[in-house]
């Protein structure tokens, strides 16, 4: 899956740091996106306000550390959820792809 241009993210260390995704299906009314995400090797901030996320770690190895001291290695094949309001950053070890799956909280 070819995805879209490279761009970098506020906060994320080194500076140089890129992402990149593509949408895969978006339906506003149910609350619910899918897509691939990517980034190079790094550290950035995460923050899941208002949204739940579902992924499948399709390349490369990150961890996830959570602002409660908590951490969670991923690598190809693993899946995980990170739910509405977690807070962290992600360490992204190798060059990382993941699916993604994301439900909007309804309120």
Do not use: C
């Not at 890129?18 to 550290?43: C, H, K, M, N, Y």
């Not at 509405?84 to 699916?99: D, H, M, N, T, V």
């Amino acid at each position: 899956v070819e995805l879209g241009e490279p761009a970098h993210r506020a906060g994320a260390v080194p500076a140089a740091f890129l992402e990149r995704s593509l949408e895969l299906f978006v339906d506003q009314t149910i609350g619910i996106e899918t897509g691939v995400w990517e980034g190079s090797p790094g550290s950035l901030p995460v923050h899941r306000d208002g949204y739940t996320e579902l992924g499948q770690v399709l390349t490369g190895r990150a961890v996830m550390h959570d602002d409660e001291g908590g951490s969670l290695a991923l690598a190809a094949g693993d899946a995980f959820v990170t739910p509405s309001g977690w807070r962290g950053r992600w360490e992204i070890i190798e060059p990382f792809r993941k699916l993604y799956v994301i439900v909007h909280d309804r309120n």
